[in-house]
Every structure is written in structure tokens, then in C-alpha cells.
């Protein structure tokens, strides 16, 4: 893992110290710069694979045509090299140096060959062509901005904000992130910082013409590869166990989060059959009673008996975070205004697996995106229950009335209530990843602000991709869909490679195997969702590995009680940080609404604490980099 950054056509006079320091957390181990009069490519690596010189970046070709910076990791390199044998010579076991040839050898079409999570440039020096790429599935960040006289790219975006003049806002984006607590696709808080897409690459000449291509498309295609359930479970165990064994590759010591739950808990103990000789060292966070008062599951107890199970060392991790003290620095490193405090969780992993000389970590992300992990996945099953039953709407509308105060559950009825009255599936699915009313959020914008945004309805980017796509149209897999290319991509793996990045810290997430990943988009949904059973397929594999109560037991959430923090310990940080003086020097939210939310949040007449949260990050992200 590394941070990559590129700037071409108009650069003469940047200093590219300065951006080697805004990215040397990526990649504490070298750094590297090539530069000529089209291109300025800078590189800092965390070393992995080749831990000698000859893994050093830029990396260039023996002929000397073509170099190379790169972020992420390769699993099937050494397949790919043997295609290579006898064409190139190789120097070194880096997947690097297997990428540039294999990008010599087969052009963009490379890009079908790859199983592995990145981001790259591939320069060529004699004809000045540039050639960017984002993996499949977004695991590794990649943002650019581009005019007509230069193209900026980089793993992180403060690098290009650092070098571009217009900071201008992207109010649609900035919506996003109230809206959904994040942002799909492309829109960043600034109108000049775009993500590049992910199975997305681009590529541009010294005309300065930008080319941005879609190379990859999630494959949900309604065909089932096997009829028996037998074989669908020997067949995602088999690649489940295939995806562990290549993503522990590695020249460092590898370890792996292990909060409890079925995901995290999987991967550890297939791991530990697959290397009944060592010791996994795992890490886990602990929790306390105010975890159990925002809906959480003490995990602590579960990860123990896993750990004992498999006899692997387990490091218990504390979930204290002094949010007012830490944030902005949390919030630096994120970059995006995502409102979840599960970033800070993972940056205190990270930091003691660093401190231990642990450089990567495997994670059990993906694993309820793929297979139907979510309570709102559950909600589709109810949502087709309800659909059939006369008066189901008025009878929902009465329940929600008991419910106006403060807890969890209560913001789960409202919001599936607020989902079903949708007009069609596309809509509820799409409504169902928005966190608070559209028109209440609205209202927390100043005046001119909003005759902006009126019209804007976030969903609409969600429906059009449901709508633009031939794929099986279930309600599961259309839900599972939007999980997988925006809530994966745009939320859990955003702050992921941020703040274990923050930490020179790898994180690998065998759920995400290319080849696995597109098995599981040909499970039947009565194999993922059977009955309220969520992941079935997954938990009846799991049996094999894990004991019952710990497969079925309730899901639990990553993160720390928010609906505490807000009216407790962060009054104050709240106070301070959306007073009148900042918001009015922001010069973009109404002060009266936003006070308003404030003060009916703490009196429980609204379960307004994560849009708090998020108002928060976007007054860090405006304040430290606008």
C-alpha cells in the first residue's frame, strides 16, 4: 500500500515537497519522483512485497519507455508473471514490476486479467500518454481534478486542493453527505475534486485530452452457476479459503481484525486452518454499557471465544477516543465529512497493530454487502409482506405515531415507514439508504443555498444506476447492488484505507476477491435471504467453522454510541464548533434550523444526532481545507 500522486501538462514551478509531506503517512518506508516537462509522478510506498530497493517507485521499464507509480496490491501477480516468462526480464518478486510489464504486454485490456485492489498511473515517456486506473470494486481511493491546461491525480485529495486555486463547494455533494451520512459516486465537497469511479480508468495525451472509461460493471446477470445448496456452499467456501490463502501474501507480518461478529470471525478461523502451524495475532475493540444502550452487541465476549477456539493471540484494543481532542485529526486524515465514528475505532486498531509491527490486517468488510447482511436488507423482505396487505399503509402511518422519541428503533420505523410510501421498489431501495427527511435537511441550508439544491433529490444518482443497468431486478439484488458500488465503495472503504493508511497500516479484504465477489452476485436470493435470516449461505458454511450462537446471534454495528456522544460528552465540542460565529463565517447553513435541530435533539424530539455528527465533519473538512 502506498499513497501515488501525478500532476501533467502545466507544472512547471510546483513543489513537490510539500506533497510529499501531505502524503507520507501512505508510505513511511521510501519515496520517489520522476519528472520531465509533461509529468511530475511522486510515490510513497509502504513496503509489503520486496522490501529491497528494487520494489523503489516510480518504477521503470528495462527499456526505459515507460514507468510506473502504484497503490495497492496484486494477489494473482505471480500468475500473471508466468504468462510472462521468456518476454521480459524480471529484476525483482515485486507485483509492481509484474503490472508494468503485463500493462506493456496487453494494454488496458490488463485490466480483465487483474484480481487485486489498486490504484495506478502508467506513463509513457515517448508519446507523453497517460493511463490511470481504479480497481473493480474501489477498495483503493483515487481522486483527480482536470482543466484545460493540466490533470491532477492523487490518493488523497488534500494533495490537489493544495495546487488548485478554485475551492469552490459542490453544494450537491455536501447534501450527499447530510442526506446519506456519505456520498455515491463521483461528487466530493469541492467542485473541482472528483473520485475517479471504481472499474473506471482514464487516460490522457499531451493534447490534454481527458478520457474517463468504465472497464468494469458488477455482474448481477439473474444466471445461477449451480441448482443444490451443497454445491453453492463447497463452492464459496472453496473461494472464500482460495481469496484467504492469496491475500496472506506478504514480506510482513500479517494479523486481522476480529470484532466477534460472523465476518471478521469467519475469516479468522479459515485462516487459522489454513496455517494450523502459527499463531494469528488479532485485534479486537472493547465496549461498554453505552454500547448497549445505542442498540450495539457486546462483542468483546464473542471475539474472546473465537480467539480461544483458535488459539490465536488477541489484543484487546480500547474504544476510549477523545472525539473533541481527535477530531480533526480523524477528519484530515477522512477527508470526505463521512458521519460515523467507526474511523476512529479503526485508527486506534491500526495504531497499536503498527506499534506491534503488524503492517497488515485483514478484514471482514464486504462480507454483508455481498451476502444480505443488513437490517435493511431484512426491510425488503417486510417491505414486500406489507405490500400485499390492505390499509398497510395507514396501519404503519399509526405505529410511527408512538414512536417519536429518541432511540434507535424508533428512527428504524420511521425510516422504513418513510421508505414504503415510495411509489415503486426502485424508489423504496433507494430511500432506504437515506438517513433523515430530504426537506428537514433542506432547511439547514441559508436561503440562496437552497434554491439551489431544491430540486436536487440525492436518490436520483441511486435510481438511475438501478435503471441504467441490465441486471436481475429482485429487490435483494437491485438493494445488494447500490451496497456493493456505493455504500461499499463510497462509506466502509473510504475511511478503511484512510485511517489504517494514517497509520502505514495495509488492510486486506478477502470478501472483496474479484473472482468471488462475482460468484456471489449468481446466489440465488433465497440462498442469501431465507426467511428473516440474513446471510444464510454464508452462517450454514460458517457451521463448519464457528459455533451456532455466535453465526445466529443479532448483528452489531462497528462504531461508538453517536446519540451519546452528541448530547453528553460532545455538548460543548457542539456548541463551539456550530455556534453562530462559525456557521455564519461558513456561509452556507441556516443558524436558527441548525440550533433548532440542535436543541430538539437533546429535549428527544428528534433522533438528530448523526446529522449532527455530519455537520461537524463538514465544518472540520471546510475549515481545514477550503
Keep these: 500500500m502506498c499513497g501515488i500522486f501525478g500532476i501533467s501538462g502545466s507544472h512547471q514551478g510546483i513543489d513537490l515537497t510539500q506533497i510529499n509531506d501531505l502524503l507520507k503517512h501512505r508510505g513511511p518506508d521510501d519515496f520517489g519522483i520522476y519528472s520531465n516537462e509533461f509529468i511530475s509522478l511522486l510515490h510513497r510506498r509502504l513496503s509489503i512485497l520486496d522490501l529491497s530497493e528494487l520494489g523503489h517507485q516510480p518504477m521503470f521499464s528495462k527499456c526505459g519507455h515507460f514507468v510506473i507509480v502504484f497503490n495497492g496490491e496484486i494477489y494473482n501477480h505471480w500468475e500473471i508473471r508466468n504468462e510472462l516468462l521468456g518476454k521480459y526480464e524480471f529484476i525483482s518478486t515485486s507485483d509492481t514490476e509484474t503490472l508494468l510489464y503485463a500493462f506493456i504486454e496487453y494494454g488496458e485490456t490488463v485490466l480483465s486479467k487483474l484480481n487485486g485492489i489498486f490504484a495506478f498511473a502508467i506513463y509513457k515517456i515517448t508519446t507523453n500518454e497517460l493511463f490511470i486506473a481504479r480497481d473493480h470494486l474501489g477498495v483503493k481511493p483515487l481522486y483527480y481534478s482536470c482543466n484545460e491546461n493540466q490533470l491532477i491525480f492523487s490518493s488523497e485529495y488534500k494533495a490537489i486542493l493544495s495546487l488548485i486555486e478554485d475551492h469552490s463547494l459542490d453544494y450537491h455533494g455536501i447534501l450527499n453527505y447530510l442526506y446519506f451520512l456519505w456520498s455515491p459516486g463521483q461528487r466530493t465537497p469541492f467542485t473541482q475534486i472528483h473520485k475517479l469511479l471504481p472499474g473506471h480508468c482514464i487516460k490522457y495525451n499531451n493534447h490534454q485530452r481527458l478520457e474517463v472509461i468504465k472497464y468494469y460493471e458488477i455482474p448481477f446477470i439473474g444466471s445461477y452457476k449451480f441448482q443444490s445448496t451443497l454445491t453453492w456452499m463447497n463452492e464459496i467456501e472453496f473461494q472464500i479459503l482460495k481469496s ?248 466502509n472503504l473510504n475511511y478503511t484505507d484512510k485511517l489504517s493508511m494514517a497509520h502505514g497500516i495495509e488492510v486486506r479484504v478477502p470478501y472483496l476477491d474479484k473472482d468471488l465477489v462475482e460468484l456471489t452476485t449468481q446466489i440465488p436470493i433465497s440462498l442469501k435471504m431465507k426467511g428473516q435470516t440474513t446471510k444464510f449461505i454464508l452462517r450454514k458454511i460458517a457451521e463448519k467453522y464457528l459455533p451456532k450462537d455466535i453465526i445466529y446471534r443479532s448483528k452489531s454495528g462497528f462504531g461508538s454510541p453517536v446519540r451519546q456522544l452528541i448530547g453528553h460528552e460532545l455538548k460543548e465540542f457542539v456548541d463551539d464548533r456550530l455556534s453562530k460565529v462559525r456557521l455564519d463565517d461558513q456561509n452556507i447553513f441556516n443558524v436558527d434550523e441548525v440550533h433548532k435541530l440542535i436543541k430538539d435533539n437533546l429535549e428527544q424530539k428528534v433522533d438528530g444526532s448523526y446529522i449532527i455528527l455530519s455537520l461537524l465533519a463538514i465544518e472540520s473538512v471546510l475549515r481545514q481545507f477550503r
Design 244 to 491: 484467504i490463502q492469496s491475500q496472506l501474501l506478504s514480506d510482513v507480518p500479517v494479523g486481522f481484525f476480529l470484532s466477534g461478529g460472523l465476518d471478521s470471525s469467519l475469516i479468522v478461523a479459515m485462516a487459522a486452518k489454513l496455517n494450523p502451524n502459527s499463531k494469528l495475532k488479532c485485534y479486537t475493540i472493547g465496549s461498554d454499557a453505552n454500547y448497549i444502550k445505542e442498540g450495539f452487541v457486546d462483542d468483546l465476549q464473542y471475539a474472546k471465544r473465537v480467539a480461544e477456539l483458535y488459539n490465536t493471540e488477541l489484543i484487546e484494543v480500547a474504544n476510549e477516543i477523545d472525539f473533541a481532542a481527535e477530531w480533526d485529526r480523524l477528519i484530515w486524515h477522512l477527508e470526505e465529512p463521512q458521519s460515523d465514528t467507526a474511523p476512529g475505532l479503526v485508527s486506534n486498531i491500526c495504531k497499536r497493530a503498527r506499534a506491534d509491527g503488524c503492517y497488515v490486517l485483514m478484514s471482514g468488510t464486504g462480507g454483508d454487502d455481498l451476502f444480505s447482511g443488513y437490517r435493511r436488507h431484512q426491510s425488503i423482505l417486510y417491505y414486500q409482506w406489507f405490500r400485499h396487505l390492505p390499509l398497510a399503509k395507514w396501519g404503519l402511518q399509526f405505529i410511527t405515531l408512538f414512536f417519536r422519541k429518541k432511540h434507535p428503533i424508533n428512527r428504524r420505523i420511521h425510516k422504513f415507514y418513510n421508505s414504503f410510501i415510495q411509489k415503486n421498489a426502485e424508489s423504496f431501495i433507494s430511500n432506504s439508504f437515506a438517513w433523515y427527511d430530504l426537506e428537514q435537511i433542506k432547511k439547514l441550508f441559508k436561503p440562496e443555498i437552497l434554491e439551489y439544491i431544491q430540486h436536487i433529490n440525492p436518490e436520483d444518482y441511486l435510481k438511475e444506476s438501478l435503471n441504467s443497468i441490465p441486471f436481475e431486478k429482485s429487490n435483494l439484488n437491485m438493494m445488494l447492488y447500490l451496497d456493493i458500488k456505493y455504500f461499499l465503495a463510497d462509506h
